[in-house]
Structures are given as structure tokens and as C-alpha cells.
Nanobody
């Protein structure tokens, strides 16, 4: 089992930045991929970034590429999502998730955090 706890959400003005954290416990994550997803009201839960823990490979969809950055801290067993140049359309609940392989859809992930709200005001 893997337990994931997100933190760092909040309210920010357009153009601002936030850093989300996802602290993992229960297992070492060296063989896992970690994904960040977001879900706005009435919309699907979509990926905003993925990182393979073992080698740091990352993937971002075009919607956030150049603005969002995923990183990991092996000592703290924590994954981060740095979000810059935030826009109102980035408003959503953000989730981190763990999977045994790189995946781009929510169905490929086995473990989820509880989510953290990010609200971007115009």
C-alpha cells in the first residue's frame, strides 16, 4: 500500500505561482511513476504531469508545458508540482497518484491522495 498526502493548494491571483507537495509513505517509490492530475467541476480528471521516480523522466501535456514542473525528493519521499503563470482555467482540485508504470490516464493509477484545491482569481 502507498499513502499519499497532498498539500500546498490555495488561492492565488492570475500570473502567480504555487507549489504543491505530495508526501508518500508505505513503500519506497523507486519503481513507481507519480502523476499529478486535476479535476474542475463537471470535467474529467486529467493529467498535468508525470514523473518516473527511478530516472526522473517527466511528461507534461501541452496545456501546462513550460508552466508546470514536477520534481521529486528521494530523501523526503515527496513529489512536487511547481505551477507558474497560473490562470483562472487552472482552477481545480489537484491530485497526486502512484502507478507501477508511466500512465497518462487516471485509470492507470492505483493510489491517490485526497486532493488539494487550487483557485486562481482573475
Amino acid at each position: 500500500q502507498v499513502q499519499l498526502v497532498e498539500s500546498g493548494g490555495g488561492l492565488v491571483q492570475a500570473g502567480g505561482s504555487l507549489r504543491l507537495s505530495c508526501a508518500a509513505s508505505g513503500r519506497t517509490l523507486s519503481s513507481y511513476a507519480m502523476g499529478w492530475f486535476r479535476q474542475a467541476p463537471g470535467k474529467e480528471r486529467d493529467v498535468v504531469g508525470v514523473i518516473r521516480w527511478s530516472n526522473g523522466y517527466t511528461y507534461y501535456p501541452d496545456s501546462v508545458k513550460g508552466r508546470f514542473t514536477i520534481s521529486r525528493d528521494n530523501v523526503k519521499n515527496t513529489v512536487y508540482l511547481q505551477m507558474n503563470s497560473l490562470q483562472p482555467e487552472d482552477t481545480a482540485v489537484y491530485y497526486c497518484a502512484a502507478s507501477g508504470h508511466i500512465g497518462l490516464t487516471r485509470h492507470e493509477y492505483d493510489y491517490w491522495g485526497q486532493g488539494t484545491q487550487v483557485t486562481v482569481s482573475s
